[in-house]
């Protein structure tokens, strides 16, 4: 099977009821980016399982992205030479905000380099991890577009969003590489 999507869970994974885990039960070709720790966060190990997901996967691919993995892939498109399709960037956790968990570590300063791909950003007004404010400064300097979602918490499980169709359709518009962005 030919992978298109490949999802990139945050910290903790993203369990059955999560719209990643979701996707890749539905969704045709995607496939997780597994990471060595969940729980104990590294930057760097984070940032080599993205790279050798995607030089398996090929250019053709977007990566969908929850929360840590969001920063993960800032760092990420810093340092590849590998090309994909684009990326869907949804509730970026804020690496650098007072209460950061400890256990995660090489995020911060997270990279405000323009991506070298298409990106979409999605946040909710009520995230707890990020402030709406803060990731959409993180969409401008990303040269992503910014999609504010309304309050939908962490954009998780815990938000009850199911398959997350609105997700879907922005994840469409990236893997058929629509120039609507």
Not at 55 to 79: D, N, T
Not at 167 to 174: P, V
Request: some cysteine; aromatic content about 8%; hydrophobic content about 45%.
């Amino acid at each position: 099977m030919e992978i298109k999507v490949l999802t990139a869970p945050g910290l903790g994974s993203s369990g059955p009821l999560h719209w990643q885990s979701l996707w890749e039960q539905s969704i045709p070709g995607t496939q997780r980016i597994e990471q060595r720790s969940w729980d104990h966060p590294v930057c760097a190990d984070w940032v080599a399982a993205i790279e050798a997901a995607v030089a398996k996967a090929g250019p053709q691919v977007v990566v969908a992205a929850h929360s840590l993995a969001c920063i993960a892939m800032a760092h990420w498109a810093q340092q590849t030479r590998l090309h994909i399709t684009g990326a869907l960037l949804v509730a970026p956790a804020d690496a650098e905000r007072p209460g950061f968990p400890p256990e995660a570590t090489g995020f911060a300063p997270i990279p405000l380099q323009k991506l070298p791909f298409r990106s979409i950003v999605v946040a909710s007004t009520d995230d707890e991890y990020c402030t709406i404010t803060r990731a959409s400064f993180f969409a401008s300097q990303w040269d992503s577009r910014f999609v504010n979602a309304g309050a939908k918490g962490h954009i998780n499980a815990v938000s009850n969003l199911g398959e997350w169709l609105e997700g879907q359709r922005l994840l469409k518009e990236l893997v058929q590489n629509w120039p609507t962005l």
